[in-house]
């Protein structure tokens, strides 16, 4: 499990636009204070000095419960931390805690979106779930990671809702998120899949591999050129899978 950002443009310059509109000006030096925490926290974690990740993401938390800020403000610099706090527990080996708090965070994200008009945040849970993916990859449940990591490629390319309602939001609910972010987030969980089966052409990966086939030489989401380069390892696999010689170039993840 990472911490990788989306791409510039992505789901920060979401936040942004809904930041300006849904801010109270009284709440915008709490929260710059907050950001300020929860980034120095990050930089911290992924760093690996976890001694000082813990006092940064500790006043991080205080600022977002400020009773200066609103309820959906303060719901919302906790979906936004969370997921933070969850890749420290990771790091500390604490998996249980880690996945807790990004299932929490998801809840809180789809919360903002019923109840307080937040758009971006159905972008923000596509993401927490690319983590729950990378989380079940590196604690080496293989199985469970490509499970969910197909579903998720169902539910961004072919529209087809079979993630469990505590991880996404509708799928329709993504319909206003830039294609590119769509793009993005399904060449990462492609690649993490590609990383798991890497290398591996025997029967218990064929099994595992089975529920990708659907999106073997597709190209969905109205853009012929949607990622390509995730198609086109899919397509490779599958011919290895079959028999069919390859280059094995292509069975290898691309980032």
Known sequence: MTTAAAPPGGIGALLDEELA????PDEVETLLDYAEAREAGLVAAREGRIADTRPALRSARALARSPLLSEGTTMLATALLE???????????????????????SSLDGILARDHGYTFTSAHRLQIAHNLVRLESRTGDVVRAVELAAALLDYIELRV??????????????????????????????????????????????ALFEPLRVHVGGSGCGDRGFATAAHEWLTQKSLAFDGEAVCAETLRPRR
Do not use: N
């Not at 509109?21 to 109270?24: D, E, F, I, K, S």
């Not at 997921?83 to 965070?105: K, N, T």
């Not at 399904?186 to 064929?206: M, S, Y």
């Open 21 to 24: 509109l849904r801010v109270a």
């Open 83 to 105: 997921p933070v706090e969850a890749y420290v527990e990771y790091r500390c080996g604490r998996y249980g805690r880690a996945r807790a708090l990004l299932l929490h965070a």
């Open 161 to 206: 809702e079979r993630v469990p309602e505590a991880v996404v939001s509708p799928r329709e609910d993504l319909d206003a998120v830039p294609v590119e972010l769509l793009e993005f987030y399904f060449e990462e969980i492609a690649a993490e899949v590609a990383d798991l089966l890497a290398d591996r052409l025997d029967a218990a990966a064929a």
